[in-house]
């Protein structure tokens, strides 16, 4: 069991000055959970870059090489054709379809990677602790387990910094 104490705000700009004052006091925060994407919250949490990036280039690359090769197989070796006396291996006449191949293994890859990452597989279940922070709340949410503060200190300060409503919940993970 692990108790997990958490605060709604209503505005983003609360939310940011919230975890800037409970940082400033030595506070872990386990995760913020919000509805859009709010600047410069990333930076405040120093958050890691995503690897997602990565995983679709080496994707591209790969769809790249498999699709030049096929291509390059097919017109010189598997099925050799004469077209108006030019030569078998035209590169030039590869491009677009080794262009169409990299960017939909790219865009898989990408998916892929982004729903396991995620944990949005199937029969996954998601972890909401409150349906407002799906329409237009913001939460921060604190882990006992994280810090030295015990569950009533640790509402106390997000009560400090202006939360809304603060709740503690039990959870199983």
């Keep these: 069991m692990k108790n997990i104490i958490y605060g709604h705000f209503t505005d983003?700009?609360?939310l940011l000055e919230a975890v800037k004052a409970l940082q400033e006091k030595g506070i872990h925060?386990?995760?913020?959970?919000?509805?859009?994407?709010?600047?410069?919250?990333?930076?405040?949490?120093?958050?890691?870059?995503?690897?997602?990036?990565?995983?679709?280039f080496i994707a591209g690359v790969i769809g790249a090489v498999l699709m030049f090769s096929f291509q390059y197989w097919v017109f010189t070796e598997g099925w050799p054709l004469n077209f108006g006396g030019k030569p078998y291996s035209s590169i030039l006449s590869f491009i677009p379809a080794t262009f169409e191949i990299t960017v939909l293994f790219a865009a898989f890859a990408m998916g892929i990677a982004f729903l396991l990452r995620s944990n949005l597989g199937p029969g996954s279940i998601p972890d909401i602790l409150d349906e407002e922070v799906t329409n237009d709340h913001f939460q921060i949410i604190l882990?006992?387990?994280?810090?030295?503060?015990?569950?009533?200190?640790?509402?106390?300060?997000?009560?400090?910094?202006?939360?809304?409503?603060v709740k503690q919940v039990n959870t199983k993970k």
């Design 12 to 14: 983003d700009h609360d």
């Design 143 to 165: 882990s006992e387990k994280d810090n030295t503060l015990s569950e009533t200190e640790l509402a106390e300060a997000l009560e400090a910094t202006g939360a809304l409503d």
């Design 29 to 56: 925060i386990a995760d913020v959970r919000t509805p859009f994407p709010v600047h410069g919250l990333d930076t405040v949490l120093k958050l890691r870059r995503s690897h997602l990036p990565k995983v679709a």
